[in-house]
């Protein structure tokens, strides 16, 4: 038997978008209010209090309405100016991309690169920062998604914060998954979404933005007003007394009310640490098959997606083919300067369950012994579900 490409997947895997919550997806399906009634306009004050309690905060986030690519963006328009110096920090794809927004606000640009298996040291930081004292911006990405691994930014953002800078912090793909929050790290404006760990939909930026950032943003002349790229114009946005500079995106704003509640109610604790042990059994479980993780040590592996290093020979884009045909699973690939060297097996949000670690691993041998590559599938089973149990 096998999955035809155009048939929906049994489990979706991925590092993101995820599956959403089925009962997210309820929500989703509440009425689209008219954004200037009363009621909508309470309920949008009502779910950014919900998200400043997610992302503990002592101030309100904006919610902007596009998917969080529009919320780092507009972070680069809104906070960087041509009198600024950014020190842009990359450990992988998303890290190195912030550098190329950064670029079209300042030609004052330098950057500390490591290997796209690695992550930032913070000394490394410290050094960086002495050398360039001009540095007045900081950029720096949590989980590199492609490389499947996880700076230390709540040590870095002390570091910047030591030498005053302001701190900007792409934290999608970790915030929701893992502990961490704007001001852990003493971030200027944090940047996250809801369709990674949170599990709901692709759709939404949620920023936490300090108050020197908003006097930044306010005295720089050149950040975008009455634009989609706008975050000055959301300033007031979450109180109910304030009119909307457009229409906000009312059925995502459903479905992130309801994936907050979800994310609250469980308990943060308890979802970061299904994430944790969905990681662990997952990491385990690769091993005991003969396999290597891409990140080079077990410390910097993220809790959110397990990259797994191809060995010789596999051609990476037919493994993931195969892993759909047979078994009807997708993972996700690299991107970039990963791609074809690593695939990825996500856990975020709804498929942060151990169990599916499992089954991931399964289709993963599977399809690794039919391209010809001897992966001890049993071991890595028994591996994964050895780790579950000592948890139990
Ligand atoms: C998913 C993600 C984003 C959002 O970008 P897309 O490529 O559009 O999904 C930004 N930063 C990181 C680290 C991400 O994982």
Same mark, same amino acid.
């Given at each position: 038997?096998?999955?035809?490409?155009?048939?929906?997947?049994?489990?979706?895997?991925?590092?993101?978008?995820?599956?959403?919550?089925?009962?997210?997806?309820?929500?989703?399906?509440?009425?689209?209010?008219?954004?200037?009634?009363?009621?909508?306009?309470?309920?949008?004050?009502?779910?950014?209090?919900?998200?400043?309690?997610?992302?503990?905060?002592?101030?309100?986030?904006?919610?902007?309405?596009?998917?969080?690519?529009?919320?780092?963006?507009?972070?680069?328009?809104?906070?960087?100016?041509?009198?600024?110096?950014?020190?842009?920090?990359?450990?992988?794809?998303?890290?190195?991309?912030?550098?190329?927004?950064?670029?079209?606000?300042?030609?004052?640009?330098?950057?500390?690169?490591?290997?796209?298996?690695?992550?930032?040291?913070?000394?490394?930081?410290?050094?960086?920062?002495?050398?360039?004292?001009?540095?007045?911006?900081?950029?720096?990405?949590?989980?590199?998604?492609?490389?499947?691994?996880?700076?230390?930014?709540?040590?870095?953002?002390?570091?910047?914060?030591?030498?005053?800078?302001?701190?900007?912090?792409?934290?999608?793909?970790?915030?929701?998954?893992?502990?961490?929050?704007?001001?852990?790290?003493?971030?200027?404006?944090?940047?996250?979404?809801?369709?990674?760990?949170?599990?709901?939909?692709?759709?939404?930026?949620?920023?936490?933005?300090?108050?020197?950032?908003?006097?930044?943003?306010?005295?720089?002349?050149?950040?975008?007003?009455?634009?989609?790229?706008?975050?000055?114009?959301?300033?007031?946005?979450?109180?109910?007394?304030?009119?909307?500079?457009?229409?906000?995106?009312?059925?995502?704003?459903?479905?992130?009310?309801?994936?907050?509640?979800?994310?609250?109610?469980?308990?943060?604790?308890?979802?970061?640490?299904?994430?944790?042990?969905?990681?662990?059994?997952?990491?385990?479980?690769?091993?005991?098959?003969?396999?290597?993780?891409?990140?080079?040590?077990?410390?910097?592996?993220?809790?959110?997606?397990?990259?797994?290093?191809?060995?010789?020979?596999?051609?990476?884009?037919?493994?993931?083919?195969?892993?759909?045909?047979?078994?009807?699973?997708?993972?996700?690939?690299?991107?970039?300067?990963?791609? !074809?060297? +690593?695939?990825?097996? #996500?856990?975020?949000?709804? *498929? %942060?369950?151990?169990?599916? =670690?499992?089954? $991931?691993?399964?289709?993963?041998? !599977?399809? +690794?012994?039919?391209? #010809?590559?001897?992966?001890? *599938? %049993?071991?890595?089973?028994? =591996?994964?579900? $050895?780790?579950?149990?000592?948890?139990?």
């Amino acid at each position: 038997m096998r999955y035809a490409d155009d048939a929906q997947p049994v489990l979706t895997l991925t590092s993101g978008p995820v599956n959403a919550y089925p009962d997210v997806l309820r929500g989703l399906g509440r009425t689209v209010l008219y954004d200037y009634d009363p009621a909508f306009q309470a309920f949008y004050e009502k779910v950014v209090e919900k998200a400043q309690k997610a992302m503990r905060l002592s101030t309100k986030p904006v919610i902007l309405h596009g998917e969080p690519v529009l919320g780092l963006e507009a972070a680069a328009a809104s906070l960087i100016t041509p009198d600024d110096t950014v020190l842009n920090l990359a450990s992988g794809v998303y890290g190195k991309g912030f550098g190329y927004w950064a670029k079209r606000y300042s030609p004052n640009l330098v950057e500390l690169v490591t290997a796209y298996n690695e992550a930032l040291d913070p000394q490394a930081v410290r050094e960086m920062l002495v050398k360039h004292p001009e540095v007045t911006v900081v950029s720096v990405c949590h989980h590199d998604t492609p490389s499947g691994t996880i700076n230390p930014i709540d040590e870095i953002g002390k570091i910047v914060a030591e030498h005053g800078g302001y701190l900007i912090v792409d934290a999608v793909s970790s915030f929701g998954g893992m502990k961490t929050h704007p001001e852990d790290c003493s971030a200027d404006i944090y940047i996250t979404g809801p369709n990674k760990c949170l599990g709901a939909p692709p759709g939404l930026t949620m920023a936490g933005i300090s108050d020197r950032a908003w006097a930044k943003m306010k005295a720089n002349p050149a950040a975008p007003r009455a634009s989609m790229l706008s975050i000055l114009d959301w300033e007031k946005a979450w109180s109910r007394s304030e009119p909307f500079p457009f229409t906000p995106s009312v059925a995502e704003m459903n479905g992130l009310d309801v994936a907050l509640d979800l994310y609250l109610g469980e308990g943060p604790e308890n979802v970061w640490a299904r994430h944790a042990l969905t990681a662990k059994a997952m990491r385990a479980g690769v091993r005991a098959m003969g396999l290597d993780i891409w990140p080079a040590r077990e410390a910097i592996a993220s809790p959110t997606t397990t990259a797994v290093r191809i060995p010789e020979g596999i051609d990476e884009a037919k493994l993931r083919k195969e892993v759909r045909a047979r078994y009807g699973v997708v993972f996700s690939s690299g991107r970039g300067e990963t791609l !074809g060297k +690593l695939t990825r097996i #996500g856990h975020m949000g709804p *498929t %942060a369950q151990p169990i599916y =670690a499992v089954a $991931a691993l399964a289709a993963l041998g !599977g399809a +690794l012994n039919a391209l #010809g590559f001897e992966a001890d *599938t %049993a071991a890595g089973v028994a =591996a994964s579900v $050895a780790a579950i149990d000592a948890d139990a």
